[in-house]
């Protein structure tokens, strides 16, 4: 059973930094993917950013040039570094973690979500 684990949501202000972080109970390297949702009050689940297990990043154009994913190996976790956070990207932050067998099915693992809430 693959267990991820979000931490580092919070309040912060307009224009302020927040990072998330995944810890993963198996190595990062053994998924073939892993990234970031949110799901902002009364909206559906978006994607936020990705990076793929050969380091291939992807980001939602509403966070691109402020948002960045990152990953250490070692900690077998994924970051998610927010800057110039605004008050629509309040949210509740998933964890997403994704295998791909030879059929070429998808496995989704999520994690319970974090709250990250931008207020005045």
């Known amino acids: 059973q693959v267990q991820l684990v979000e931490s580092g949501g919070g309040l912060v202000q307009p224009g302020e930094s927040l990072r998330l972080s995944c810890a993963a109970s198996r190595s990062i390297f053994s998924f073939n993917g892993m990234g970031w949702y949110r799901q902002p009050p009364g909206k559906q689940r978006e994607l936020v950013a990705t990076i793929t297990d050969g380091g291939n990043r992807n980001y939602a154009d509403s966070v691109k040039g402020r948002f960045t994913i990152s990953r250490d190996n070692a900690k077998n976790t994924v970051y998610l570094q927010m800057n110039s956070l605004k008050p629509e990207d309040t949210a509740v932050y998933y964890c997403?973690?994704?295998?791909?067998?030879?059929?070429?099915?998808?496995?989704?693992?999520w994690g319970q979500g974090t709250q990250v809430t931008v207020s005045s």
């Open positions: 997403n973690a994704y295998d791909i067998d030879y059929t070429f099915r998808r496995y989704d693992y």
